[in-house]
């Protein structure tokens, strides 16, 4: 069975700095992908970058970015000039890649940017 | 918006009771997913459809649990004999077939069962 780590319950920033969120996960199998979803308070879930195994090369998005380091079964994600709209839960995820797509979730992080 | 939907919000019932979710894909979407998130904690997988075919349930689905997508548009969750262990965000989510892609996800239905 897989299992995803967030090891950081809360988090704070003050806005425009940069944080990183941790993550690890535990697998034996070899081809996978690895997702960072944001949950606003009240609203609903929202993919915020995605990694597939066998790229070496590090996801970014805007602001967003990835160090995936897969022999250490690390996935953080970096958040550049975080913004109030940055307030959010963030969930490390993955999923195998096999017929199925179930995802299996962290137990998330708290952002709380500061003005 | 053609997002995900998932009707009722909230609902609020008393143990013993039955309820019923529906959750409305992205409609050119095949894959349908459900979720139970309780509070301060990430979602845990239920189970999952492609198409009218349900083709994984988790052990956490007990057979008070019933999900159904007959027409493989809609999809219901049903828990009959509700418990207070019940009380969770009940999360649809839909994707495409390919493995990997992004699953979108519904704003949940909380149920909170006194």
């Known amino acids: 069975a897989q299992t995803v780590t967030q090891s950081q319950p809360e988090m704070s920033v003050q806005e425009a700095e940069t944080v990183t969120l941790s993550c690890t996960y535990d697998?034996?199998?070899?081809?996978?992908?690895l997702f960072w979803y944001k949950q606003p308070p009240s609203r609903q879930m929202i993919l915020v970058i995605r990694q597939e195994a066998y790229k070496q090369q590090n996801a970014t998005e805007n602001r967003f970015s990835v160090n995936f380091q897969k022999a250490a079964k690390s996935f953080s994600l970096k958040i550049s000039d975080s913004q109030l709209g940055d307030t959010a839960m963030y969930f490390c995820?993955?999923?195998?890649?096999?017929?199925?797509?179930?995802?299996?979730f962290g137990g998330g992080t708290r952002l709380m940017v500061k003005p | 918006d053609t997002g995900v939907s998932q009707d009722p919000r909230h609902k609020i019932t008393k143990r013993g009771q039955n309820v019923t979710f529906r959750c409305d894909p992205i409609s050119e979407h095949n894959r349908l997913y459900w979720y139970r998130q309780t509070l301060g904690q990430g979602p845990e997988f239920l189970t999952y459809?492609?198409?009218?075919?349900?083709?994984?349930k988790s052990r956490l689905l007990s057979d008070r649990f019933s999900a159904e997508r007959p027409k493989g548009s809609f999809s219901t969750l049903e828990i009959q004999r509700t418990e207070q262990g019940d009380s969770a965000m009940y999360l649809c989510a839909s994707s495409r077939r390919t493995v990997g892609n992004e699953q979108f996800f519904g704003p949940g239905t909380r149920l909170t069962v006194l």
């Open positions: 459809f492609q198409n009218e075919a349900q083709l994984e």
């Open positions: 697998t034996s199998e070899n081809n996978y992908y």
């Open positions: 995820a993955f999923v195998l890649n096999n017929a199925g797509n179930m995802l299996t």
